[in-house]
T-cell receptor, first 111, second 116 residues
Framework: GEDVEQSLFLSVREGDSSVINCTYTDSSSTYLYWYKQEPGAGLQLLTYIFSNMDMKQDQRLTVLLNKKDKHLSLRIADTQTGDSAIYFCAESGGSNYKLTFGKGTLLTVNP | DTGVSQDPRHKITKRGQNVTFRCDPISEHNRLYWYRQTLGQGPEFLTYFQNEAQLEKSRLLSDRFSAERPKGSFSTLEIQRTEQGDSAMYLC??????????????FGPGTRLLVL
C-alpha cells in the first residue's frame, strides 16, 4: 500500500533556510502536496507539484521532486517565526485522489 | 470567506452517545472528503463523495460511522455509540473535481471530538 515518511522534527534559526524531506512509495502518484498545520487548526495548502515536474518555486517555497528515488523536499527560504508549524507531505493518485499523509514534521523557528 | 467550513469546532460527549458533524464545502466543489487525525499522526482517509454519491469508504470506517451528502452540497458524518477511541480531529476537504488539476483538496478547520 501507499506509505509516506517524514522526519519528525526540524529546528532552525530565524532567517535561515529550512529543508523538510519526504519519501513516498506509490509510483503511480500524480500529485504531491505540502500542507501546513498550526496548533488546533485545519490544514492549509502550501504548494503542490505534478509528478512529471522536478521543481516548482513559489515565493519563499521551493519544491524538489526526485521521482526515481521517490523523494520530495520543501525548502523555505528566510524562515520566520510565523513558519513554526507542522508540515505534512501527501501524495494522491488513483481515481479517488484520496490523500495519503506522512506523520508530519514539526518545524521550530528560534529567534 | 468562502472556504470549507465545519460545525461544531469542538465536541465533548460521553461514551455511548451519538454525535453528528457537518461540513460545508467550497461552492461548486463536486468532491468532498472526510479524514480523521489522531494526536501525532497525519490525517487518514475515511470516505469521499462525488456529488451526492458516496464512492469509497475506508476500512477505518466501522459500522458505527455513517456519512451522507444528500443534495451534493453539505455533508454530515455521524458516529453512533461513541467510544473513547473515536476521540480525534475530524477533517473535511473539498475539491473541484478529479484530474486535470481539479483534484487539489482544500481543508476545513476540523471538528475536535473528545469522548469521555
Amino acid at each position: 500500500g501507499e506509505d509516506v515518511e517524514q522526519s519528525l522534527f526540524l529546528s532552525v534559526r530565524e532567517g535561515d533556510s529550512s529543508v523538510i524531506n519526504c519519501t513516498y512509495t506509490d509510483s503511480s502518484s500524480t500529485y504531491l502536496y505540502w500542507y501546513k498545520q498550526e496548533p488546533g487548526a485545519g490544514l492549509q495548502l502550501l504548494t503542490y507539484i505534478f509528478s512529471n515536474m522536478d521543481m516548482k518555486q513559489d515565493q519563499r517555497l521551493t519544491v524538489l521532486l526526485n521521482k526515481k528515488d521517490k523523494h520530495l523536499s520543501l525548502r523555505i527560504a528566510d524562515t520566520q517565526t510565523g513558519d513554526s508549524a507542522i508540515y505534512f507531505c501527501a501524495e494522491s493518485g488513483g481515481s479517488n485522489y484520496k490523500l495519503t499523509f506522512g506523520k508530519g514534521t514539526l518545524l521550530t523557528v528560534n529567534p | 470567506d468562502t472556504g470549507v467550513s465545519q460545525d461544531p469546532r469542538h465536541k465533548i460527549t460521553k461514551r455511548g452517545q451519538n454525535v453528528t458533524f457537518r461540513c460545508d464545502p467550497i461552492s461548486e466543489h463536486n468532491r468532498l472528503y472526510w479524514y480523521r487525525q489522531t494526536l501525532g499522526q497525519g490525517p487518514e482517509f475515511l470516505t469521499y463523495f462525488q456529488n451526492e454519491a458516496q464512492l469509497e469508504k475506508s476500512r477505518l470506517l466501522s459500522d458505527r460511522f455513517s456519512a451522507e451528502r444528500p443534495k451534493g452540497s453539505f455533508s454530515t458524518l455521524e458516529i453512533q455509540r461513541t467510544e473513547q477511541g473515536d476521540s480525534a480531529m475530524y477533517l473535511c476537504a473539498s475539491s473541484l473535481g478529479a484530474g486535470w488539476g481539479q483534484e487539489t483538496q482544500y481543508f476545513g478547520p476540523g471538528t475536535r471530538l473528545l469522548v469521555l
